[in-house]
């Protein structure tokens, strides 16, 4: 099992910027992939983005392509998302997530096996 612990969350204006970050520890953080997913008041949660193990490959939701990156530093076991030009329909609580061993569809929730606590982004307009 992986913990994972979301910080940088907060009240910004439409257009504006924010930074998350998820620590992890307990397995090797550099022998998985990672995943942000977020869940809005009322809605299902929603896969936002997905990175390799090696950070090599990355994958977006069409709703945030070209606005978040996400990256991460596997010496500092740390996963972050870069969010900007941000929209009143970005506000949620945002999870960071650990892939479950033998992996999955990187959009599929059931592909991850460890969970931060959230975050919450508000997008005000």
């Known amino acids: 099992q992986v913990q994972l612990v979301e910080s940088g969350g907060g009240l910004v204006q439409a257009g504006g910027s924010l930074r998350l970050s998820c620590a992890a520890s307990g397995r090797t953080f550099s022998t998985y992939a990672m995943a942000w997913f977020r869940q809005a008041p009322g809605k299902e949660r929603e896969f936002v983005t997905a990175?390799?193990?090696?950070?090599?490959?990355?994958y977006y939701a069409d709703s945030v392509k070209g606005r978040f990156t996400i990256s991460r530093d596997n010496a500092k076991n740390t996963l972050y998302l870069q969010m900007n030009s941000l929209k009143p329909e970005d506000t949620a609580v945002y999870y960071c997530a650990a892939e479950r061993p033998g992996g999955g569809t990187y959009y599929y929730t059931e592909t991850y096996d460890s969970w931060g606590q959230g975050t919450q982004v508000t997008v005000s307009s």
């Open positions: 990175i390799s193990w090696s950070g090599g490959s990355t």
